[in-house]
């Protein structure tokens, strides 16, 4: 069976994960997105690649950083775009989520981006209109419960290559509350598919899934040891919505065990990036005199998210 | 078709060019035959304005039928376009949608003064009311639409002109 991200051409038909996607697409996003860091510094910031094409935001989760740069890049590609508030729509008068989508091609989408709290929400959007033969119709996913969330592993790839041009000599951690992370799950895919030798992963055994080992990466439950030499640091957010039941001591316990602080950042190499993929917890997984410190990338990230994003549109809205 | 000497066209090219310049021309070359050429006809001009770089590939109006090019490159304009005189360089003129491509992106930059176009071949073929205000060489029959004629740059950086077929 073929990718359902892949249409019968071998192009992208829809952005659902990382997993599995060849290299040669991830470098063409990645390659895409750099002439388009360029259009926020014209005087007309606006290309006209999607002029008459209709984007809807389809956010039933909340997220103000994602969704804002998903309008953002749909708008300086001139698409016309539709946010749906969904707590106060249809789906909480109890309409499904294949009505909702049905209704919405019948008023001429072209291009769904969309953020779920169930893993799975926009896959099955996809096989859903290409069941129903509707190829000309695209999906974006913009994180999935613990699923993906493939354009932030895309700008922190993006990101990664303008610091480090070279993946096949890094040595990258992920620190953090990766269980409850689909930002880990498509970094860590990423990362080995573009051909980082070592992957790290940092955190408590109670905040770490158990297939960990058959990802490929190297796993620390000492932060210290873990930090020691990296190229790349990229911090997760502690998402206390995500959890239940006794995970975690207090922030002010997690922050001294598994915080990044300067003097923990020290035992990286000296030239080594910050990343964070938002919104930060301040003194619960990042100290303020990191995130706001020389070796930090975190807002270049938000920056660079915009281009990655108007690169997978484009590409998406080609064909 | 005859051979072309693609040096001597430049070399013709520059001369045409030459009287028309003035300190506040500025040259936009299309990537990548055009952008090629226009290094060198900044520098035979002596050029005071910064060289500019226009990749079309995001104004192009077969985007809807053919996709993105799968590499574009980046556009920069390291000068002020509003009010500038500016020469657009491509290498080879043919149906002009190029040079329309890059009109459109150039005024998104600014209201340049005067918007002027250097080739080095005019194919013929033109789909678009778009002629060049500097031409080297202008064929005197269109050539097929099977056929592409290209600028290339040697190693020691000389220029030929290639026929192939498309």
Redesign the interface.
């Given at each position: 069976m073929r990718d359902p991200q892949l249409n019968k051409h071998g192009e992208l038909q829809h952005l659902l994960t990382l997993d599995g996607l060849p290299r040669e697409i991830l470098t063409a996003i990645l390659d895409t997105a750099a002439p388009f860091t360029e259009v926020a510094e014209r005087e007309v910031k606006k290309l006209p690649l999607l002029r008459g094409k209709s984007v809807f935001n389809l956010f039933f989760e909340n997220s103000t950083r994602t969704r804002t740069t998903f309008e953002i890049a749909a708008k300086r590609l001139s698409a016309d775009v539709v946010n749906l508030n969904i707590n106060t729509s249809s789906t909480a008068k109890g309409e499904s989520l294949l009505d909702t989508v049905d209704n919405l091609c019948a008023m001429q989408a072209d291009m769904f981006v969309v953020r779920h709290a169930a893993s799975g929400a926009p896959v099955l959007i996809a096989q859903h209109l290409q069941a129903t033969g509707r190829d000309h119709i695209h999906v974006v996913n913009a994180g999935d419960g613990r699923h993906a969330h493939p354009t932030q592993g895309l700008l922190d790839m993006y990101t990664i290559r303008h610091y480090k041009r070279d993946f096949t000599n890094l040595t990258v951690a992920i620190v953090g509350d990766v269980l409850h992370s689909r930002v880990a799950r498509s970094q860590i895919g990423a990362l080995a598919t573009l051909g980082v030798p070592e992957i790290r992963v940092i955190g408590p055994k109670t905040l770490l899934p158990t297939a960990l080992d058959q990802m490929g990466v190297r796993v620390f439950h000492d932060m210290r040891a873990g930090l020691k030499d990296v190229d790349v640091v990229m911090m997760l957010r502690l998402q206390n919505e995500r959890m239940n039941g006794a995970l975690l001591p207090t922030p002010q316990e997690f922050f001294k065990v598994w915080g990044l602080t300067a003097e923990k950042l020290a035992l990286a190499k000296p030239d080594a990036i910050v990343m964070h993929p938002g919104p930060m917890n301040r003194g619960v997984e990042i100290d303020s005199a990191v995130a706001d410190g020389a070796q930090a990338v975190i807002l270049p990230q938000v920056t660079f998210g915009i281009a990655v994003r108007m690169a997978v549109m484009s590409m998406l809205g080609s064909h | 078709m005859p051979s072309l000497d693609a040096e001597a066209l430049c070399a013709q090219l520059i001369e045409q060019m030459r009287p028309q310049v003035g300190p506040d021309t500025a040259l936009v070359g299309i990537h990548t035959g055009g952008l090629w050429l226009a290094e060198r006809l900044h520098k035979a001009l002596g050029i005071r304005q910064p060289l500019g770089a226009i990749?079309v590939?995001?104004?192009r109006d077969d985007?809807?039928s053919?996709?993105?090019h799968?590499?574009?490159?980046?556009?920069?304009i390291p000068f002020n376009?509003e009010g500038a005189h500016v020469i657009i360089v491509d290498d080879v003129l043919y149906t002009g949608r190029t040079t329309r491509a890059a009109l459109?992106e150039l005024?998104?930059?600014?209201r340049p003064a005067r918007v002027e176009l250097a080739v080095l071949v005019d194919r013929g073929g033109r789909e678009l009311p778009i002629a060049a205000r500097y031409c080297a060489h202008t064929l005197p029959q269109a050539l097929p639409t099977s056929q592409n004629l290209q600028l290339e740059r040697g190693e020691d950086g000389t220029f030929a002109l290639r026929l192939i077929d498309a």
């Open positions: - | 990749d590939s995001f104004y985007y809807g053919k996709g993105l799968p590499q574009p490159q980046r556009t920069e376009v459109n005024f998104d930059f600014g």
